[in-house]
């Protein structure tokens, strides 16, 4: 009998939930299984894998394939990183010990790994969370050419920012028509009262 490391979907539609499940290879997706070892919600970010790494390596050195997405799972896992090293000590490399010292290592850094992106994703839904409600006001972006910082830097010589500031002014000025213009007329010095 072929045996099958697979995924078996559970759930409602459009929210699919799955169980990893030991089954016979002739048997249907959602069917009879011998022994359910695990389960995967891809819903979750990031994706939540609850897997029994002892039942599922029990599993691969009886022979059970797995399929491809289930392969993936079980290398992020570290199940096939402990079938490597305990292929290594078979064959005479490493002692048990240090297998299986190498194998816990490798699990703790993997583990840290993850909850550090469980932690960042849970302060992104926060800040998000925030920003709608109106806690936290996004900053304005504005794009300052390089003469304009230059000028306001205090690095410039005096005379070279104010011909910036007179650019800038300029450019930022509407532009008239070719309309005449009118000269303006002196102030006529006026008598005041006192």
């Given at each position: 009998m072929?045996?099958k490391?697979?995924l ?5 539609k459009?929210?699919?939930?799955y169980?990893?499940?030991v089954?016979d290879a002739?048997?249907?997706r959602?069917?009879k ?5 695990g389960?995967?919600n891809?819903l979750?970010?990031p994706?939540?894998i ?6 599922a390596f029990?599993w691969l050195?009886k022979?059970?394939?797995p399929?491809?997405t289930?392969n993936?799972m079980?290398k ?5 990183y402990r079938k490597?090293?305990m292929?290594g000590?078979?064959k005479g490399?490493?002692?048990e ?7 816990n290592d490798w699990?703790?850094k993997?583990e ?6 469980v932690?960042e994703?849970?302060?992104?839904k926060e ?7 109106g806690e ?11 003469a304009t910082k ?8 005096p ?5 910036v ?8 000025a ?13 102030a006529?010095?006026a008598?005041t009262a006192?």
């Open positions: 072929a045996v490391i697979r078996a979907r559970k759930g409602r459009k929210k699919p939930f169980h990893i499940v089954a002739r048997s249907p959602d069917g299984f011998i022994e359910k070892i389960s995967y891809p979750t970010v994706a939540t609850d897997l029994d790494r002892d039942k029990d050195k022979g059970a394939q399929t491809d289930v993936a079980l992020f896992k570290g199940v096939l490597h090293l292929r000590v078979a490399a490493l002692t010990e240090k297998a299986m010292e190498m194998y699990i703790e993997k840290a790994k993850i909850a550090n992106r932690e994703e849970r302060k992104r800040e998000f969370w925030k920003k709608v409600s936290i006001k996004a900053a304005p972006t504005k794009e300052i050419d390089e230059e000028a306001f830097s205090g690095d410039a010589e005379a070279a920012a104010e011909e500031v007179e650019e800038v002014a300029e450019a930022a509407p532009e008239t028509t070719d309309a005449p213009e009118t000269p303006e007329a002196p006529e010095d008598p006192e």
